[in-house]
């Protein structure tokens, strides 16, 4: 069964601390995908890779970045987190082209207080 | 500009009977994909369906289907014969670009669906 793992369900984490959210998938995917979702704002896209090492900003970067050292794992990094970035992050894989829609991973809820 | 727009954040449905989630679209790629995604409130989130751009026929699976109207620019989700279970957020999605960028989802607000005993 293919999968797309997140390593928490939930984390609680306090204001300045360095966050890491760790991604990985088994299905030799060359692109990943890191998410927040808001209630009334649907998904946003924080970053995405297409390679290792290769990565691109999404729609809200601000605040965050990411590490794609191999191909089966992507990185999200709160540098110095904030109360603003309480929410549902979700990481998803995908084949290049084709037809194929993303596999998301369960989610990681954060609260930072 | 939205790429994707869902105008109902929030629907009742009988169980049994059909209901109709709403999906317009924004994009001048002659080539994309639109995709619905289901998220329980466990918050995994689930594909449903997937219409190309080029399909000439509407997208179905099981009790899915997308109403897909490309001139209105719109795909709609039917569910059909509702169950309980189908409680749950929905997310219209769509995929354009080819290229390396054309990986990258663009995501609906979403619509949270109740179906009613």
Known sequence: ?113 | AQKITQTQPGMFVQEKEAVTLDCTYDTSDPSYGLFWYKQPSSGEMIFLIYQGSYDQQNATEGRYSLNFQKARKSANLVISASQLGDSAMYFCAMRDSPGYTGNQFYFGTGTSLTVIP
Not at chain 1, 16 to 35: A, I, P, S, T
Not at chain 1, 57 to 76: A, C, H, N, Q, T
Not at chain 1, 78 to 93: F, G, K, P, R, V
Request: aromatic fraction near 12%.
């Open chain 1, 1 to 113: 069964d293919v999968k797309v793992t997140q390593s928490s369900r939930y984390l609680v984490k306090r204001t300045g601390e360095k966050v890491f959210l760790e991604c990985v998938q088994d299905m030799d995917h060359e692109n990943m995908f890191w998410y927040r979702q808001d209630p009334g704002l649907g998904l946003r896209l924080i970053y995405f890779s297409y390679d290792v090492k290769m990565k691109e900003k999404g729609d809200i970067p601000e605040g965050y970045s990411v590490s794609r050292e191999k191909k089966e794992r992507f990185s999200l990094i709160l540098e110095s987190a904030s109360t603003n970035q309480t929410s549902m992050y979700l990481c998803a894989s995908r084949l290049t082209g084709g037809a194929g829609g993303y596999t998301f991973g369960s989610g990681t809820r954060l609260t930072v207080v």
